[in-house]
């Protein structure tokens, strides 16, 4: 109801944007700060004041009193003795400096504890004595001694809920942007019916989520959720901002397990135009939602999407940051908390529990990216999600659900869960925390046969509850029995790092290096079978996520001395595949010290064979396609630095990584620059591609580099990159080091750092522009 007043007098109480603003208003119409900052002045009445709870009478309280009694005594606590001990109490006085001293000693008996109170003490649990207030599906968890005992004198302990509701209510209204609780990171509120696709499109998105996020993401309650986006697709305008939330994460999400041709196919638009409104979309709703100070599990819900839809394009510190706020959220929330222990529905335990869980993996992954490691697991009791489908789970359900003994929707989060499980439960291992939860499989302190009883722990583990179960003509299955076979592998190759023989200045036994190669070998097989598979490509957006750079730089270390065989053409068949699929987008936007790095390596394993097939004077494998891209890829490093004037860095040194500090450091030169050699390696142009001819004692062989036989567009192959011009087998012995010296794994380590870092985001969280 608006203000009313005599005209042209002043109003009888400050206008709304003042109010908000704490600042003094002159009460005219309008008033001089909504004049000079030209926004709407809008005076409304005060609302009227609360009822003052009446004083209970009597005979309540005494009856309130009785029941406290009743409760201690069930609890096995004497009140008549509590009442004798309070009798008994010293007398309280104000401390000074000549009594100070006395009130020590007097109150030195009342403060030593008796055997039944450290009985007591030693079973009451840290965490855990706090109190969640529910309303309507929002939640708000208190574990704060001021806060729980304001909570119980309230006359109403929903209020606290109500009043995040009425600011977000007055917010709304008002439309200004002063909504401190969110607009500081994320900016103002905005309608976003309009940005919205048509119902058919919805549909699609929502089949989508179904098919490549939800089996591998489980947060949401499918029969539940997909009734309220049926009804919701009818009328968008009546959206609740929570709901409008998760459905443009749902779009984003979805939009990643889609190919290029099927986005412009439905959407008539490019993937990455339509996958970057529909970010910006997601972050304008969880503004809407007031995601900062939200008590809504579905706002929650949307946020972890939103995190997983960006995780490719912010940079991890970014990240980082998000998770942390996503974690607090959780936190005020009260998923760190099994819900069992908080009186909740059947349904609602289980539906926090998928929540907390995948909120934890996230934190912890993006924390590992980002060189941080969190310290807030130790604080939770929440129990891990059952093994049940969604049809087992019902918003009205009494009884707890009965397990499954077998594969259920839940197959591959639960794998993931045991995984991070059994990560904490070996956190007492570590030495440090600057690996996060995997420190203890790199530190050198632990024996390796430590380290692989620990790891064929959780390979028994994956091989009973998960492997054996896996039908692989079912895509989850398949990818959940690829990951797990995978996982271990990797984290097995974590424990045998060469990193550790390094650090100790040893060599690394011939045993070792079979091992690593044949773990490496495996990884690259998982790797390759996971992106070829038609199954798993609804899948490859969350697996590009986890990219294996540790196989591969050891597995190109390894190839260096490796030169024949049938288990070298495997790797560098493997390495092939895998290379391109890397290196296919490679631009200027994506070129890292990473990139370059490994482009080098690669190069310097593939000369090592082919020096080592002269030396036996045996034909050599066919050459990878890959060589010839890396290394006009790295000639182009080079060369474009050292035409360049400006003072921009030193060409990218490989002989950094190779070298050890004995040595000294010959740095990359242009290819015109070096010595030439009797050993001639020339590049000729035929009408079927480019080919490679090598010409000396030992013979002459060919490699037909056929660029028409490669998956690429048209425009792809005319800008493909191949070699063009004369180079010597020695130029590469020249610029890469052929010796045996050991690797320099810091640095190795320091650039997969910098690489994670490495953002091509297509938005600013902080700095985002409104949606037109």
Known sequence: MASSSEPGGPRPHACVLCQRRKVKCDRRDPCTRCAKAQVECEYRDPLPPRRRRKKNSEATMADRISRYENALQKAGIDVASLESDDAQAPVVRTATRDNINDMDVTNAAARAPSAASDVARENTPRHGSGRLITKKGKSLYLDNHLWKSVSHELQDAEDIISEDESEKSAASQTQIGEDFNSSFLFGSRQTLTHFHPNTIRIFKLWNTFLEGVNPIIKIVHVPTLQKRILDAASDLSSLSPELEALMFSIYSTALLCMQDDEVEKYFEESKPTLLSRYRQCTQQALVNAGVLGTSELMVLQAFVLFILSIRLVYNPHILWSLSGICFRIGQRIGLHKDGSKLGLSVFETEMRRRLWWEVTVLDSTIGHMAGCESHMRPMTDTKGPCNINDSALDPNMKENPVESSGPTEMIFCLMCYDLGAWLSRHENLKTSSFDGLWEFLSSTSISLEHKDSIIDEIEGLFEAKYIQHCDLSIPLHLVTFVVAKSAVACVRLRAHHPRQYQDKGL???????????????????????????????????????????????????????????????????????????????????????????????????????????ERRQVDPLPQPQVISVLWRYVNRGTSSTSNSTSTSPAPFSMSSFMLNNNTTERSLRPAEQVVKSPSRVSVTRSTSGYILTKAGNAGSYNYNQNVQSLPLSSRERDSYPMIDGDHNLSDVNTMYSMDDSPMDWGQWDTLLQQFQEYSSGDMDMFCASPLA
């Open 507 to 613: 060599p690394i036994p011939q045993v070792e290096r079979d091992l690593l190669f044949r773990l490496c070998l495996s990884i690259l097989e998982y790797t390759d079978l996971l992106f070829s598979s038609p199954k798993t490509q609804k899948f490859h957006w969350h697996i590009d996520f986890h990219f294996p750079w540790d196989a591969f730089i050891v597995m190109l270390l390894e190839l260096r001395h490796r030169s024949t065989g049938e288990d070298a053409a495997k790797a560098w068949q493997l390495l092939d595949v895998v290379f391109r699929r890397q290196y296919k987008a490679l631009n200027q936007r994506r070129k890292s010290a990473l990139h370059l790095a490994v482009a080098n390596l690669a190069i310097k394993a593939w000369s090592a064979q082919v020096t080592e097939s």
